[in-house]
Nanobody, 116 residues
Framework: QVQLVESGGGLVQPGGSLRLSCAAS????????MSWYRQAPGKERELVAH????????NYADSVKGRFTISRDNAKSTVYLQMNSLKPEDTAVYYC?????????WGQGTQVTVSP
């Protein structure tokens, strides 16, 4: 059974940091590209960051470049999102995604709220 379980969300003040984790199971994690998406209330889901299978290449949304870092540990089947200098506009539910060919898996999401 495929599972993606996100953790690490919560309430943080502007300028603070959070580290999200996504633990994967039930599929060959190391051969899947991994991404983090987010969806704010009333808005469409958007891509935040993406990392290739071996971690050799990453891409970020312009809004998070220089503040967020995506990484993966294939030995632990886990992908991370380090979020620094958080802003109120980063408030959203963050989702982990695994993709390869026609296969596309999603986690249940973790809430991140940035507020004074």
């Amino acid at each position: 059974q495929v599972q993606l379980v996100e953790s690490g969300g919560g309430l943080v003040q502007p300028g603070g940091s959070l580290r999200l984790s996504c633990a994967a199971s039930g599929f060959a994690f190391s051969i899947y590209r991994m991404s983090w998406y987010r969806q704010a209330p009333g808005k469409e889901r958007e891509l935040v960051a993406h990392i290739t299978t071996a971690g050799g290449s990453t891409n970020y949304a312009d809004s998070v470049k220089g503040r967020f870092t995506i990484s993966r540990d294939n030995a632990k089947s886990t992908v991370y999102l380090q979020m620094n200098s958080l802003k109120p506009e980063d408030t959203a539910v963050y989702y982990c995604n695994a993709g390869r060919g026609w296969n596309d898996y999603w986690g249940q999401g973790t809430q991140v709220t940035v507020s004074p």
